[in-house]
């Protein structure tokens, strides 16, 4: 069975440890065991991705309870050496795993990178990484979508099981990020593969993961957040379908249908064990992550927030939410361009419906406002980006098509108004047709 190769692959390097342990390296009985884990790992035919949280052992997407004594000595070495995300490539060689032993028994705390290896801690954020990396693909992308569904539906009967389901996938996300690979690409290709309620759920999940690392959040909010964006649409359980995929506009009895799913989901949350004390930030951003940062969604509150009213994970979650609903074919309407999805996050961030800064480095994460890039101002000429902006990306320094230079942090010039497609030249664009913003999303 395929589960037992890959528990016989942990055995055997659990073994190949133990072996090192006891022998110098070089010694035949540490070639041996090295010989026979690559053997396990061929078996298995796949990268295997371990994740160590608190107590929680994770391999793959499964919570390991008890761990066997055979691999328990090396799993607690790693936790001693600082590491707690590894991942290994499926065509790693003897070589390859016993200069990564050699790292761990030298008990040096500096991650580890080789080509086929990679460990280090989830909360890693080399300032050296790229960002290119989150423009990467992932493989894992249907394996996450089918334990959101299970994760979901468990949720929505009330089962403690989903919550702890929840947690892994999030778990999981996270040693992908931190381990630096990238989630955009296969979300945006696998947009209609299944249900909407649950791609929507994991992406806004995975993107949620991304910017709360992006922001700099600390990694035990990141998680938090995470799952928070995983649970946030849970209300619409109680929306009927025939409102959820209603091809023409809402009437309005169907709206207010539609807009109590934020209370329904805050609910529902709250009445499943251990999310009300050990979990709290869920039913906060379900209910709040339709508020708009200038409270003009939904549901309205008897009297006016204070700006800390509403907590920075739901205006953080909705950034994700508004992007990943544009950027989803719906039956009221086609999937919109990243450029056309961003170019509404923009004018959102405007108008204060959105989060500015937040809105800021989402777009630096998606890499949209980058040197070449052709832009619209809001005096209507067309420019072209000639350097990213520093302190926001929604200030690049442009040249417009008369040759103007502008810095566009400076106030008193045209600011950004619309992000033409990707790979359009100044001239060739069709007349302005910057899409009107459409927060909040259904
Ligand atoms: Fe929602
Ligand atoms: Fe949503």
């Not at 065509?91 to 008990?107: C, F, P, R, T």
Request: aromatic share 6%.
């Amino acid at each position: 069975m395929k589960q037992d190769s890959l528990d016989y692959f942990l055995h055997a390097l659990g073994a190949l440890f133990r072996m090192r342990r006891m022998y110098p390296p070089g010694k035949k009985q540490v070639a041996q065991a090295a010989k026979q884990t690559i053997q396990r790992l061929a078996d298995w035919g796949r990268p295997v991705r371990i994740t160590l949280l608190g107590n929680d052992t994770i391999i793959e997407s499964r919570r390991l309870g008890v761990l066997p004594l055979s691999f328990q000595h090396f799993f607690q070495a790693l936790r001693q050496s600082g590491c707690d995300s590894v991942q290994i490539e499926a065509d790693a060689g003897e070589k390859d795993l016993l200069a990564w032993i050699e790292h761990v028994i030298s008990k040096e705390r500096s991650p580890y990178r080789s080509p086929k290896i990679i460990a280090g801690a989830l909360s890693l954020e080399k300032p050296s990484q790229p960002p290119e990396v989150l423009a990467q693909a992932v493989s894992g992308y249907l394996g996450f979508l089918s334990q959101t569904q299970e994760a979901i539906s468990e949720l929505e009967s009330n089962k403690t099981e989903g919550l702890v389901r929840a947690r892994e996938i999030v778990c999981a996300i996270a040693a992908r990020l931190a381990v630096g690979k990238g989630l955009f690409e296969p979300i945006h290709e696998l947009k209609n593969f299944d249900d909407y309620t649950f791609t929507h759920a994991l992406n806004v999940c995975m993107l949620s993961s991304a910017l709360a690392r992006a922001i700099k959040a600390p990694s035990e909010w990141v998680n938090a957040i995470s799952l928070a964006a995983l649970c946030h649409d849970l209300g619409k359980k109680e929306v009927p379908k025939e409102v959820l995929n209603k091809r023409g506009p809402l009437e309005p009895e169907e709206r207010a249908l539609m807009q109590n799913h934020p209370a329904h989901g805050a609910r529902l949350l709250l009445n499943i064990p251990g999310v009300e004390s050990e979990n709290s930030l869920l039913p906060v951003v379900a209910y709040q992550h339709h508020m708009a940062a200038d409270q003009s969604g939904y549901p309205k509150p008897p009297a006016p927030l204070s700006p800390y009213g509403r907590h920075f994970a739901s205006l953080l979650v909705a950034v994700v939410d508004v992007f990943d609903a544009l950027r989803t074919i719906r039956p009221y309407r086609p999937a919109l361009s990243v450029a056309k999805a961003s170019t509404i996050l923009l004018g959102d961030a405007i108008s204060g419906k959105l989060h500015k800064e937040y809105v800021s480095t989402f777009l630096s994460l998606l890499q949209i406002l980058v040197p070449g890039r052709c832009v619209v101002l809001s005096d209507g000429s067309r420019a072209r980006i000639l350097e990213a902006g520093s302190g926001s990306a929604l200030a690049p320094i442009v040249e417009t098509e008369e040759g103007c230079v502008y810095i566009l942090s400076d106030p008193s010039v045209p600011q950004l108004s619309k992000i033409e497609e990707e790979g359009m030249e100044r001239n060739s664009s069709s007349p302005m047709d910057t899409p009107s913003p459409s927060f909040p999303p259904p």
